[in-house]
């Protein structure tokens, strides 16, 4: 029995994205290709954050995560602050996840500072937190792994194996190259469409 998609575009044409038709399913799909070829811009556009030139995207019941907490807008909100942000707009936010994952990322010295005063991979590792306890339906998620340590990264990929099996949510992944080692439901490589 196949799983109708969770969400889809149809000619979607905006930047270096150009008639674009596909859909995702439930589960962990990753959008791949080479630098330049839109992997960020199709999430900005599955996320609503920027118009398509033309074309439709078809959204999933319930919402949508995206968050780029790495522009420089949010430079001076503090992480406690911008987590409570984020937590209004996701009704299905799990507070205990946030709380183990910010202890296993070893974030919980950094709660009170701004942004602008963490590394990059401090700043990353905000964004994932709130990604993985939103409990979105579509988490879209842009270079998880950039700037992270390995500990990091395999605790991001452990939950990725985890929500590979989820039959409601999906979660998409933008990066370079798709994983392995990883259950995907979907790839997409831009550098090749």
Request: proline share 5%; aromatic share 6%; with cysteine.
């Amino acid at each position: 029995m196949t799983t109708p998609p969770l969400l889809s575009v149809h000619q979607l044409t905006h930047g270096p994205i150009q008639n674009l038709t596909h859909q995702w399913p439930a589960g962990v799909s990753w959008v791949c290709g080479d630098e330049g070829c839109g992997k960020t811009t199709l999430l900005r556009l599955l996320a609503g954050d920027v118009q398509p030139t033309s074309g439709t995207v078809s959204m999933p019941a319930g919402s949508v995560f995206w968050a780029n907490l790495q522009d420089a807008v949010h430079d001076l909100t503090n992480v406690n602050v911008c987590w409570a942000t984020l937590r209004q707009r996701y009704p299905n936010w799990r507070d205990e996840l946030q709380h183990d994952l910010t202890d296993a990322l070893v974030m919980t010295p950094h709660l009170d500072k701004r942004l602008n005063m963490l590394s990059a991979g401090s700043r990353r590792k905000v964004t994932l937190i709130a990604a993985l306890a939103a409990g979105a339906t579509v988490t879209l998620l842009d270079q998880p792994f950039a700037a992270l340590d390995t500990v990091s990264v395999q605790l991001v990929l452990d939950f990725l194996h985890e929500a590979s099996d989820h039959t409601q949510r999906a979660w998409i992944v933008a990066d370079y190259e798709a994983p392995n080692d990883l259950r995907l439901a979907d790839v997409l490589n831009l550098s090749e469409s």
